[in-house]
């Protein structure tokens, strides 16, 4: 017994633990006890301690998980006893056997399903969950983009909608750079949309004219089809009981688009069950989605991510034969984007059909850079869309004698004045737009392809894009822009912050837009960042800062709770 204290003092696994055996041994041997009959005495009990220590971890009423150290315990190993060490693996799962054969732990882990069953188990899921959200009108409504949005943003409850509010990430300074110097998108599809029409056009003024600014006068505006914004009141109430903004954007000389924020939506509908009966207002909310773009290089970005199909061919559907992209706008509109004091003039509508945007769709993220194309080349453009347009008979507004003026030896560059006078002078044929015909867009969605024949398409091309696809039907897309103004930098700069691009596309080709915008160096934000742009440039922020409505009372009421 001496030997073995003496030893176990000597291979001690600490040093503290050998004094404790050394000091041990002197105090025997200093109290006077004979050494020899006291460890005769214990050596049982002591035998049976070591057994004891030695066996006390297989003894515990506790499970292999419990018995491990703290740096190897994980809280998913009770689930999944591949996680354990392979030395206690066997008896963790004699441990779970046994639990199991008394009913006290039923089985949680099997072996992982194959990925292709995984996707389609989810698919499934998914589906089940839109069709119980459909079923359900007392929850908040989603975007199109909700799936997307959710995985990578702070979703909030907002004016009945699910409303992406901050990305999760930690890219405040990114956002504002690309909202400041490159291009930003936001997903505005809460805002709702509504189609007045009527058989003529006093019947339209009539209706409109009560609930608008008395100083403002429409029918011009709907000659040239050019957008406005205004506020809208309660009936013959001016300059009390304001309702809040309105855009309106005219599609004929007696049909407009509505765009309202859906806080004074209750209050709209209260108001056009008071119109006419010859006046026919609908919802398109459910049909149109509003994409919107900020920043210097939003119409590069957007050419970019949907390009204009110039092809004369007859595509899928008889609506697009009526469509008539012209390539000379194109080009000129290509040359505008890429130059930083150039830009088209602000609120003016712009239509086109674009390709699939899944078609052109890039391998990496490529940001869209700014460079200043040469004057001559801009002039030798807007020169030959001065004379298609001509040859159309299109025209009722001469272009700017000054810009025709300059030949090849001018070498003046061409400024912005010009390229506003000659949109100016084509605002009726650049405005229209196959959105604005319902047919058009139920074709283009009925048309579309899902991403499955898309992405089987793109696996055959040896480059992964496809703009060419002879075996594939092409699908088209109908666009409608609305350009907004900014405000001027204080450093005397041309560009204008908050200035961008209003993208109205069909509902279902949202989500699309949104991924290729993102792909083509667009910075997806959300609504905390809108704001920002709204207070930045100087601009009333519905409802927030409209006091006099009942829109900011709501607000709140919401936000002190």
Known sequence: VLGVLFRSGLNGRSLLRRVVYILLLLLLYLSG???WEFCCARAQEMTDLAEELNTAALKRKGRVTQSLPRHM???ASSHNLRRLPVRVRLRAQAQTHAKQLEGKVTPRWCKKESR???RYLRTLRLQRMLSQFSEKTDKSKWLPTHLWHAKRFHVVDKYGWKVPYTPTQKCTRHSYHSIAK????IDTSYQSIYQLSSDNQPLLLQTLSPILLPSLSLSPHLHSLTPVTTTMFYPNAYPYGAI???????????SVWLLLHPAMVSEFVALSNKFPDQMECSDITAEVGVLQLVGPSSLSTLLKALPPD????QGIGAWYKSCNNSPELFALLEKMSQSSQLRLPDNSLLGYTASDPRLSLPT???PVRLEDPEPDELMALLTKLQDQLQTAGTQEVPFNTEADATTESDTTPINNTDIIV???SHRQTLASSQLCVTHCRHQSVADRHTDHVINTHRSKCFTGHAPEAPCLQKNRVPLWLLTTSGSHSPLGSTSQYGAGVLLMLPREWVLTSLVALSYWGAKAVGKKELDRVWFERQSMCYPIDCIDTNGYVIEAYNKRR
């Open 33 to 35: 006890i004979p050494l």
């Open 73 to 75: 315990r994980r809280r």
């Open 116 to 118: 292709r069953k995984r």
């Open 182 to 185: 490159n291009c930003a998108v």
């Open 244 to 254: 809040g903004p309105v855009s309106i954007l005219p599609i004929s000389v007696s």
């Open 310 to 313: 110039l092809d004369t061919e």
């Open 364 to 366: 990496i993220k490529i």
């Open 422 to 424: 000659s949109f100016e």
